[in-house]
């Protein structure tokens, strides 16, 4: 039984190990596990060009996320402003570096990887398959997807501009800056390329 | 679910196995994935033990992290520390409810519900507790999915640092229960990962999963 059912014709659910009989779906269906409700596949959508369009406008967008204001802040005449890179840095300075590597990380780091991987997974499948060296840059990629989509947490950024915001009302005057716009830019690419990647359809490239 | 060789066949039983990086379905015999060469094991029951390693340890800090003040604001050369519950009980004397209730989401209830979640799932797969299996990974995609909330309280502290910052006049600072926090949101998501769910569904019986494999 066990030859038979490598043949792709078989799943196995990640959270589970229940043995599931693939079959067809008809678009935007995902096929949940019947025991456990874990996610299993769903019809893979996955267009590579749409991706790149999203990829490179995402980049775009990544530079002045990072480096314009994101807040303005307003007090008794003076004005002080910040940006998602200085406010890691400001935590940095006052010696809770571990606060700043978590912020680097899901704010900055992680997104910023994330993006230039998908970008180089894309190049790579368009262009560089029959190299074995490019190859195996996509597999170390592919390896590396789930963890940076874990650790990228825009979203969680975007609604922290609006607490920070009601936050500090009480003391002074609080405006928004160039860089809450680009930042939330940043994150609706995100969540549109996230939405159209496959991992389990880029992995097939790897197989032919 | 008619299309299933039976209802409750395993990949363990006929000899399959799932790679946990890459979700290609192998030989349980094969030492690696031939897709992406990660190791394979049929189960990790070790993975228990490191489990219950970082979630205690979290549940450790969590004290710190509620009792230690997690800002020190300067006011007109009036020093005042917020604890997350006072700076959330500030806010809701200062009629923010919604703001209020989002911070107390993210930093006390997520972080709250995340251990006492992961203790009742960890003691059910180690002591074979008899709560269904259904509920038990419901919870345990919640916990997965709201987990990374948490990070909000972090976020807001050092945006407001940064923009804060003018002597004595008016000054923000991170105070000690900032790395006490980010630590029990890195070990809980830590906790959560490690966990191998498949034991759970080897280990318990439960009236309605009971139907024995062939
Ligand atoms: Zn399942
Ligand atoms: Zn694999």
């Given at each position: 039984m066990a030859s038979d059912a490598l043949d792709n014709s078989v799943t196995l659910c990640?959270?589970?190990?229940l043995v599931i009989r693939k079959r067809a779906l008809p678009t935007g269906v995902r096929a949940l596990c019947?025991?456990?409700?874990?996610q299993l596949y769903d019809t893979p959508y996955c267009s590579i060009n749409g991706m790149l369009a999203l990829c490179i406008t995402a980049i775009i967008f990544f530079f002045p996320a990072n480096t314009y204001p994101v807040l303005e802040l307003e007090f008794l005449g003076s004005m002080r402003t910040t940006t998602v890179l200085e406010g890691a840095i400001a935590v940095y300075q006052q010696g809770y570096w571990v606060v700043a590597i978590a912020v680097m990380t899901a704010a900055v780091i992680a997104p910023g990887i994330l993006l230039v991987s998908i970008l180089v997974q894309i190049v790579i499948i368009k262009y560089?398959?029959?190299?074995s060296f490019l190859r195996s840059v996509l597999k170390q990629a592919l390896k590396l997807q789930g963890l940076l989509t874990q650790l990228t947490m825009l979203e969680i950024y975007v609604i922290s501009f609006l607490v920070a915001a009601f936050n500090l009302a009480d003391f002074a005057t609080v405006s928004f800056g160039f860089g809450t716009f680009c930042f939330t830019m940043l994150f609706i690419m995100n969540l549109f390329l996230l939405r159209e990647y496959d991992l389990e359809h880029m992995w097939s490239f790897l197989e032919q | 679910m008619n299309s299933n060789p039976n209802n409750s066949t395993l990949g363990k039983q006929i000899g399959l196995t799932c790679c946990p990086t890459c979700n290609k379905v192998t030989?349980?015999?094969?030492?690696?994935?031939?897709?992406?060469d990660t190791k394979l094991t049929i189960r990790d029951y070790a993975s228990l033990q490191k489990s219950w390693a970082l979630l205690i340890t979290a549940a450790i800090l969590l004290i710190p992290a509620n009792l230690y003040p997690i800002t020190t604001l300067t006011n007109q050369g009036k020093v005042t520390q917020d604890t997350i519950f006072s700076g959330i009980a500030h806010l809701v004397k200062t009629d923010m409810i919604p703001i209020a209730i989002i911070l107390f989401t993210a930093s006390i209830l997520v972080p709250l519900l995340k251990i006492i979640g992961l203790t009742i799932y960890l003691t059910a797969i180690s002591?074979?507790?008899?709560?269904?299996k259904k509920n038990l990974m419901i919870g345990f995609h919640i916990i997965e999915w709201i987990?990374?909330?948490?990070?909000l309280d972090l976020f807001v502290i050092s945006l407001t640092v940064a923009v804060v910052n003018m002597g004595q006049l008016l000054d923000a600072k991170p105070a000690p229960a900032a790395t006490a926090f980010a630590l029990v949101i890195l070990l809980t998501q830590l906790a959560a990962k490690v966990i191998d769910t498949r034991l759970l569904w080897d280990r318990l019986e439960s009236k309605n999963d009971s139907r024995t494999n062939t």
């Amino acid at each position: 039984m066990a030859s038979d059912a490598l043949d792709n014709s078989v799943t196995l659910c990640r959270s589970c190990d229940l043995v599931i009989r693939k079959r067809a779906l008809p678009t935007g269906v995902r096929a949940l596990c019947p025991r456990c409700h874990t996610q299993l596949y769903d019809t893979p959508y996955c267009s590579i060009n749409g991706m790149l369009a999203l990829c490179i406008t995402a980049i775009i967008f990544f530079f002045p996320a990072n480096t314009y204001p994101v807040l303005e802040l307003e007090f008794l005449g003076s004005m002080r402003t910040t940006t998602v890179l200085e406010g890691a840095i400001a935590v940095y300075q006052q010696g809770y570096w571990v606060v700043a590597i978590a912020v680097m990380t899901a704010a900055v780091i992680a997104p910023g990887i994330l993006l230039v991987s998908i970008l180089v997974q894309i190049v790579i499948i368009k262009y560089g398959l029959q190299h074995s060296f490019l190859r195996s840059v996509l597999k170390q990629a592919l390896k590396l997807q789930g963890l940076l989509t874990q650790l990228t947490m825009l979203e969680i950024y975007v609604i922290s501009f609006l607490v920070a915001a009601f936050n500090l009302a009480d003391f002074a005057t609080v405006s928004f800056g160039f860089g809450t716009f680009c930042f939330t830019m940043l994150f609706i690419m995100n969540l549109f390329l996230l939405r159209e990647y496959d991992l389990e359809h880029m992995w097939s490239f790897l197989e032919q | 679910m008619n299309s299933n060789p039976n209802n409750s066949t395993l990949g363990k039983q006929i000899g399959l196995t799932c790679c946990p990086t890459c979700n290609k379905v192998t030989c349980a015999e094969s030492a690696c994935c031939s897709r992406c060469d990660t190791k394979l094991t049929i189960r990790d029951y070790a993975s228990l033990q490191k489990s219950w390693a970082l979630l205690i340890t979290a549940a450790i800090l969590l004290i710190p992290a509620n009792l230690y003040p997690i800002t020190t604001l300067t006011n007109q050369g009036k020093v005042t520390q917020d604890t997350i519950f006072s700076g959330i009980a500030h806010l809701v004397k200062t009629d923010m409810i919604p703001i209020a209730i989002i911070l107390f989401t993210a930093s006390i209830l997520v972080p709250l519900l995340k251990i006492i979640g992961l203790t009742i799932y960890l003691t059910a797969i180690s002591f074979k507790l008899p709560i269904s299996k259904k509920n038990l990974m419901i919870g345990f995609h919640i916990i997965e999915w709201i987990g990374r909330w948490s990070m909000l309280d972090l976020f807001v502290i050092s945006l407001t640092v940064a923009v804060v910052n003018m002597g004595q006049l008016l000054d923000a600072k991170p105070a000690p229960a900032a790395t006490a926090f980010a630590l029990v949101i890195l070990l809980t998501q830590l906790a959560a990962k490690v966990i191998d769910t498949r034991l759970l569904w080897d280990r318990l019986e439960s009236k309605n999963d009971s139907r024995t494999n062939t």
